[in-house]
């Protein structure tokens, strides 16, 4: 802790411009500062300041040791920081966003439980098919689905999900089962824009099988596409928890398993920063 003060008693006389500047600062009586500079000086061995009964001025060594003293020092003030936002309950507001079909299914059922659990806090829940810049929105924290870009953003791993080819049995019975993803080519198929954006479905392989496709139908919205796809119009491309339900009732068929590629990662997101608050600190510990 003395080492810690001095470093700190340095840092203010050099930010201050002076010694006793730095003294009223720090709330110490002026030979109090000289005696901590010249304590410092003589534990590490080199002249941190040249003083004169006008002026001060940084040695070439002070200089390079107020850079390392910044960063000591802010990192003990963000580590008592975090023990003390953990010290305090979540309060206030926060704006999350996430895929729409994801967010209704299983977002929304998880952020009611984190407002039971903690009745301080206000939740904006955003729900939208496009990635949207957390940092000029204004969002807490977003949840992603599929490899992330490098960015500045800090990722945690929520989950995992897959894409998936079904289709309702009156289509399968008509066309005939896929064997291959080649066949996918002469069959009708079904895009989600919002997930296949082109007209390549990828399937696993090295390196990757892509498959040219005709749509029959091409849409914006995850509802139209599985409407399409139950009433028997080709076969369509989802992630996984966007079918489970439907698959486990029968009233669609999923092909192609073996051909499926690997499982993209559900993340939740926020901005990059050295403290994160309480509200944030209690979802993020919440979802994951």
């Known amino acids: 802790m003395d080492k810690l003060r001095a470093m700190e008693v340095f840092a203010q006389v050099v930010e201050r411009g002076s010694l006793t500047a730095a003294a009223e600062a720090l709330d110490m009586s002026p030979p109090a500062v000289v005696r901590a500079l010249a304590a410092l000086e003589q534990s590490i061995g080199a002249r941190l300041l040249h003083r004169t009964t006008r002026r001060q001025s940084l040695s070439d060594e002070g200089r390079e040791y107020y850079e390392g003293c910044k ?170 928890y966007q079918v489970n339900a439907l698959i486990a009732a029968g009233r669609l068929k999923r092909v192609l398993n073996d051909h499926e590629p690997p499982s993209a990662p559900i993340s939740i997101v926020y901005p990059s920063a050295r403290l994160v608050s309480a509200n944030l600190r209690a979802l993020l510990e919440f979802f994951t």
């Open 71 to 240: 960063r000591v020092l802010a990192e003990v003030e963000e580590a008592d920081a975090l023990l003390s936002a953990r010290r305090i309950s979540p309060r206030g507001r926060l704006r999350i966003t996430a895929p729409v079909m994801y967010g209704r299914l299983h977002v929304a059922q998880r952020i009611n439980r984190f407002l039971a659990r903690y009745p301080g806090v206000e939740v904006e829940l955003l729900l939208l098919d496009r990635v949207i810049d957390l940092v000029a929105e204004g969002i807490d924290a977003g949840i992603r689905i599929g490899h992330l870009p490098d960015s500045t953003l800090v990722a945690k791993r929520i989950g995992e999900t897959r894409r998936v080819i079904c289709a309702a049995p009156i289509y399968l019975k008509r066309a005939g089962m896929p064997k291959t993803p080649d066949a996918l080519a002469k069959m009708s198929t079904i895009v989600f824009s919002g997930l296949s954006p082109g007209h390549e479905w990828v399937f696993a392989g090295k390196p990757p099988l892509r498959i040219t496709i005709k749509p029959r139908l091409r849409t914006n919205q995850i509802d139209a596409a599985i409407e399409a796809c139950l009433a028997g119009l080709g076969c369509g491309q989802f992630l996984c």
